[in-house]
């Protein structure tokens, strides 16, 4: 039982990694707060857990946020794992000519001030338990561009490793950990959605040396590793999880 006695929030929980992440926590012995902005998908989630609340919550807004680690507070007494996960893809997003700035700021606002806004009011929660662990998803397109264009999302996820690295230095000695988690293209709803096309799906494949996409599933036993004190000594990392894709494309200096 690697999260025995924790108590993790999760935000974009009722599906794809965030609902595979919350099943996995749970069996490892974790009390899971399941939020989502679609609150009967958290609930479906919830469902499937040992022992757990759902929560709504959009994490673009202040007040929802503040009320989540309220609300795992209230149930559980603490919080200990804080996993940043809730994002979206929009179908919209282009390259910096196409791309309107509607769709611009709808992605930032929930990818990035989301991370932002999870940590400003989970941060304190962590420190009121004596520390905890933060994980924050964001995607290898922060570290390379994507294939296909989408200069929202990739910006949004390079915000989520710039935030990430800092506040790993800001609280590492207040016992607080805080790392990235960086996966490659995903068999998942979001992605499919996005990748609309055969073309555009086997644009991703051809640069991946694993030959598919990874399953949400991948994606959490990276997440159980990083929020378990199996990785104590670990933070401000970007931790990949992309069938060695940037390792083929990405060259050391």
Avoid at 100 to 105: C, H, L, Q
Wanted: include cysteine; glycine fraction near 8%.
């Amino acid at each position: 039982m690697r999260l025995k006695d924790k108590v993790a929030l999760i935000t974009g929980a009722g599906s794809g990694i965030g609902r595979e992440t919350a099943v996995l926590f749970s069996a490892e012995g974790a009390a899971v707060v399941a939020v989502d902005v679609n609150e009967a998908a958290a609930r479906e989630t919830a469902k499937l857990l040992k022992s757990s609340i759902a929560v709504r919550a959009d994490v673009s807004k202040a007040a929802d946020c503040e009320k989540m680690i309220q609300e795992a507070e209230k149930a559980f007494g603490r919080l200990n794992v804080l996993f940043n996960n809730a994002g979206i893809m929009d179908s919209r997003d282009d390259d910096a000519i196409s791309t309107d700035e509607t769709v611009w700021d709808r992605t930032m606002d929930i990818n990035a001030k989301g991370v932002f806004l999870g940590c400003k009011y989970g941060i304190p929660a962590l420190r009121r338990a004596g520390g905890g662990s933060i994980v924050n998803t964001a995607s290898f397109v922060a570290l390379m561009g994507a294939a296909t264009p989408q200069i929202a999302y990739t910006a949004s996820k390079g915000a989520v490793l710039a935030m990430t690295r800092e506040l790993a230095v800001i609280h590492a000695r207040q016992n607080i950990r805080v790392n990235a988690l960086c996966p490659g293209p995903l068999r998942t709803e979001l992605l499919m959605k996005f990748l609309d096309t055969d073309a555009k799906r086997n644009r991703r494949l051809v640069h991946l040396p694993m030959g598919r996409f990874g399953e949400a599933r991948e994606i959490a036993q990276a997440a159980l590793w990083l929020a378990s004190d199996e990785s104590s000594y670990v933070t401000g990392a970007e931790f990949m999880v992309d069938g060695g894709l940037t390792a083929a494309y990405v060259t050391p200096e």
